[in-house]
């Protein structure tokens, strides 16, 4: 069977978006991800004697563009994952699929979280909750005989995810590889962590349990993106890299045994990271971790239900800046009984704690997320349109009954100018550290123009 699969993630960037917005401290990773989940179901199809192509709507010009490509490819199934601000093109990419005869196969975040409204979509022929790498060659396997396939189908969970084939890139993402020179790795699946607006919903999709990866599994792809496009770079996108201690020592310790001489980023939490792990980041390689702080005020932590302090957060955050490496710290607000104290003392704790940069995050109660359904059984929502459910849309209108957001937008402001003052700091700092490193930036930025001009993301 001949399956498109469609990476539809564009609802803050848009088409025409690849590679091709920038600030000078840190890059939209948006616009230039590898789908990981993609490139793993894709493997799993190929293994299956399945013939697989990819689209990506941050390559395309438009939705005319996705239709010729779907007509020039010819493929018997479309399909994508979508989280929930994206469910509107991954409506709409279904239904030119099946205006073209084609058929249309979803999963992913939102459809795990709440099925029954993902049935409700006509454009939807198939819907996969949970992990697909079991279940959909099973579904393009059941069409290949002759027979049809249920619509909905829960997907069986992978008890070992070492035993998948290492993801599929194709041609598209290879070239993104080689463009941004950055590899694109999952060590684990799942978080430990037990935050009101995240959980359970990873639990939904990946299991009751974290699902790590074996470490030679993990070294065979390290190995895969050095030796064949020469990559020095990665980014490991687990949710949470830090879960098991000795697990991330074994690396480390493999990584300088080895000499790999490699830089990676990572993302972390505050309650599963100490000074040991600290100095083994640092010292093989790791430059930048995603800290997940979320808030300078010990109420709103408890609200979170995040397991730290204010006083933990800089801890941690101090310990990490005195390696010399890259901080980059997360600020969540919009969470009902938030105060303006509250929000002050996020502000002074980005201030006293100087990250390269931080995310100014407003929360977005997901489909099956502890808040979403608390904010339903209490009458808390002011609409049920999923359409409003992305953080932009929230920040402008609201969603949630009893959190102010108007206070919440004046204080934009200051983080914003907070945001130049230390993007400022930032780019002094590496004049001087490193001047051959903001050359490098300028020149991401007019590569991504240039690649624009010349016309070469329709070809990537």
């Known amino acids: 069977m001949k399956v498109v699969l469609c990476h539809v993630g564009i609802r803050n960037i848009g088409f025409n978006s690849f590679y091709n917005k920038f600030d000078l401290s840190f890059n939209n990773i948006d616009t230039y991800l590898v789908p990981n989940g993609i490139c793993y179901l894709g493997a799993a199809l190929r293994n299956s004697n399945h013939e697989v192509h990819y689209l990506d709507l941050r390559m395309m010009s438009g939705w005319d563009e996705v239709e010729d490509r779907l007509k020039e490819i010819k493929p018997q199934m479309v399909g994508c994952g979508f989280q929930t601000p994206n469910l509107e093109f991954a409506i709409k990419l279904c239904k030119i699929a099946k205006k073209l005869g084609m058929i249309t196969i979803v999963g992913g975040p939102h459809v795990t979280s709440v099925p029954n409204d993902s049935l409700t979509y006509q454009e939807f022929d198939h819907i996969v909750a949970g992990e697909g790498e079991i279940t959909l060659p099973i579904i393009c396997d059941i069409y290949d005989k002759g027979e049809k396939p249920s619509r909905f189908y829960q997907g069986e969970f992978v008890s070992d995810i070492s035993s998948l084939s290492?993801?599929?890139?194709?041609?598209?993402?290879?070239?993104?590889?080689?463009?941004?020179?950055?590899?694109?790795?999952?060590?684990?699946?799942?978080?430990?962590?037990?935050?009101?607006?995240?959980?359970?919903?990873?639990?939904?999709?990946?299991?009751?349990?974290?699902?790590?990866?074996?470490?030679?599994?993990?070294f065979k792809e390290l190995d895969y993106y050095i030796i064949n496009y020469g990559i020095r770079k990665f980014f490991f996108m687990d949710d949470m890299f830090t879960t098991n201690k000795k697990r991330v020592e074994e690396f480390t310790n493999r990584l300088k045994d080895g000499k790999y001489d490699i830089k990676y980023d990572i993302n972390a939490r505050v309650d599963f990271f100490d000074e040991t792990l600290d100095i083994q980041l640092a010292s093989s390689g790791c430059n930048l971790i995603s800290f997940g702080f979320e808030s300078g005020s010990n109420n709103k932590l408890k609200l979170l239900r995040k397991n730290t302090t204010r006083e933990r957060n800089l801890e941690v955050g101090k310990l990490w800046k005195k390696q010399g490496k890259l901080?980059?710290?997360?600020?969540?607000?919009?969470?009902?009984?938030?105060?303006?104290?509250?929000?002050?003392?996020?502000?002074?704790?980005?201030?006293?704690?100087?990250?390269?940069?931080?995310?100014?995050?407003?929360?977005?109660?997901?489909?099956?997320?502890?808040?979403?359904?608390?904010?339903?059984?209490?009458?808390?929502?002011?609409?049920n349109d999923f359409a409003l459910y992305e953080m932009n849309v929230i920040k402008k209108i609201g969603l949630i009954k009893g959190v102010d957001y108007d206070m919440i937008r004046k204080w934009e402001d200051k983080f914003e100018n907070l945001r130049k003052k230390l993007s400022r700091k930032a780019n002094i700092s590496m004049i001087i550290k490193n001047p051959r490193g903001l050359v490098g930036k300028l020149m991401d930025v007019k590569l991504g123009v240039l690649f624009e001009q010349l016309g070469m993301k329709k070809s990537i």
Request: glycine content about 6%; some cysteine.
């Open 166 to 218: 290492l993801p599929y890139l194709s041609p598209i993402y290879e070239n993104v590889v080689k463009l941004k020179k950055c590899g694109f790795i999952v060590t684990s699946r799942g978080c430990p962590g037990r935050c009101l607006f995240c959980q359970p919903v990873l639990k939904k999709i990946y299991g009751p349990k974290i699902k790590f990866r074996e470490l030679d599994h993990v």
């Open 327 to 383: 901080l980059l710290a997360n600020i969540l607000v919009g969470i009902p009984g938030e105060t303006e104290s509250d929000i002050e003392q996020d502000y002074s704790f980005i201030e006293e704690l100087q990250p390269d940069a931080f995310y100014f995050n407003w929360m977005v109660p997901y489909p099956g997320t502890e808040y979403y359904d608390m904010f339903i059984k209490n009458n808390e929502l002011m609409s």
